[in-house]
């Protein structure tokens, strides 16, 4: 059974960071593509930062520069490191794993409100 359990979201003032994790089971972590999703009230998921199993990294223009995002496969975890967080950044924050056979699971999600 695959599960993705994310964690670190909390409530932070505008300018202020969070490191989500994600940590995956069920899956062989190393192979799969590894993304950060995010859904704020009334818009649509839009993807946020994804990962390689190689380590390349891609992010949505509204974050480069910001996030940052990693994985460590010896704990089948990947992160979200957020700073200069601002209030257009709340959402819900979702992880998702994309397996080599085309496969895509996600986790419950974490909120992250920034406070302006």
């Known amino acids: 059974q695959v599960q993705l359990v994310e964690s670190g979201g909390g409530l932070v003032q505008a300018g202020g960071s969070l490191r989500l994790s994600c940590a995956a089971s069920g899956i062989i972590f190393r192979t799969n593509v590894m993304g950060w999703y995010r859904q704020a009230p009334g818009k649509q998921r839009e993807l946020v930062a994804v990962?390689?199993?190689?380590?390349?990294?891609n992010y949505a223009d509204s974050v480069k520069g910001r996030f940052t995002i990693s994985r460590d496969n010896a704990k089948n975890t990947v992160y979200l490191q957020m700073n200069s967080l601002q209030p257009e950044d709340t959402a819900v924050y979702y992880c998702?794993?994309?397996?080599?056979?085309?496969?895509?699971?996600w986790g419950q999600g974490t909120q992250v409100t920034v406070s302006s």
């Open positions: 990962i390689s199993s190689g380590g390349s990294t």
């Open positions: 998702n794993a994309r397996t080599t056979i085309g496969n895509y699971y």
